[in-house]
């Protein structure tokens, strides 16, 4: 190669280079800009009483505590729905099924699943349980919603997990006389749990922010008493901030409580991610394979 060839070469690089830098900082600017504006506008409100009252005043007063009640209510009631079928499949997937044309049009669906905006698993949770089941608009109907929501994240990340697994693990434990359960459940599963519970704390990321699916199943404009059975109904923070900013008679009145709401909201789901983060650091410290 030239030195005309090699000095373009090398220019190519540090204009591609340039490029992705320019790209990573719009983006890291962007978001560091808005969280910016959230926490100068909503830091000002929060308080104990703002994170332990009810609403007064027409929401224009008072705290958030029931939406956060029932925000954890929620996730917490799709992780039940969503780990245990999300793992059952994943291990059909990786260790039962065979490779082919059928499984590969069953992982599709899953990735396709996984794109389906949430209005769209907002009305299927509208039409099969509340009015199907008539389970009405409840903390139930919202769970299993949110849990088919975040259900395409967890079998994915259970699957990967499984398979990161070596073979020799399956091979070894066979080779002792173990059935091929039991060494899914004593060997693979022990193996594969720390990414399992990461993939799953990153999709309750997404559930606890989700508006469209619980604003159909599970969500109530105001409430001053927390859930008191899984068919009562909930406030929850993202619906609260639609409400605020949208459909409240005083908006402008509401405006520091939308953003420390909002506040709030991001510091939960930064706060699952971070535990995502911690697990999946451990787990690579401590992996021996």
Not at 59 to 80: D, H, K, N, S
Not at 233 to 244: D, E, F, K, N, R
Request: no cysteine.
């Amino acid at each position: 190669m030239s030195l005309d060839g090699l000095g373009m070469r090398k220019l190519r690089e540090k204009v591609a280079f340039g490029l992705l830098r320019l790209a990573m900082l719009v983006v890291v600017g962007t978001l560091g800009g808005i969280l910016l504006h959230v926490v100068l506008q909503g830091a000002g409100v929060l308080g104990w009483r703002f994170l332990t009252d009810v609403p007064r005043e027409a929401m224009t007063q008072g705290g958030i505590f029931p939406a956060i009640v029932g925000t954890l209510y929620l996730t917490a009631g799709a992780l039940l729905v969503a780990l245990p079928l999300g793992v059952a499949a994943a291990i059909y997937l990786s260790e039962y099924a065979r490779e082919g044309k059928t499984l590969a049009v069953v992982r599709l669906g899953i990735g396709n699943l996984a794109g389906v905006p949430s209005v769209v698993f907002g009305l299927f949770g509208l039409g099969l349980f509340v009015v199907f089941f008539k389970m009405g608009v409840s903390l139930l109907a919202g769970s299993l919603t949110l849990g088919l929501l975040i259900l395409p994240t967890v079998i994915g990340a259970s699957e990967e997990a499984l398979r990161q697994v070596p073979s020799t693990f399956r091979e070894a434990s066979l080779a002792l006389g173990a059935t091929r359960w039991q060494t899914i459940r004593k060997v693979v599963l022990p193996a594969a749990l720390p990414g399992i519970l990461t993939g799953s704390i990153l999709g309750l990321g997404r559930a606890a922010g989700e508006t469209a699916p619980i604003m159909f199943t599970a969500a109530t404009f105001y409430s001053l008493r927390l859930p008191e059975s899984p068919f009562s109904q909930v406030m929850a923070l993202p619906y609260h901030i639609y409400v605020l900013a949208t459909a409240g008679t005083h908006i402008e009145q509401t405006r520091p409580l939308q953003y420390g709401t909002v506040l709030v909201l991001i510091s939960l789901v930064l706060g699952l991610s971070l535990f995502a983060i911690i697990i999946r650091t451990r787990m690579r410290r401590t992996k021996k394979w």
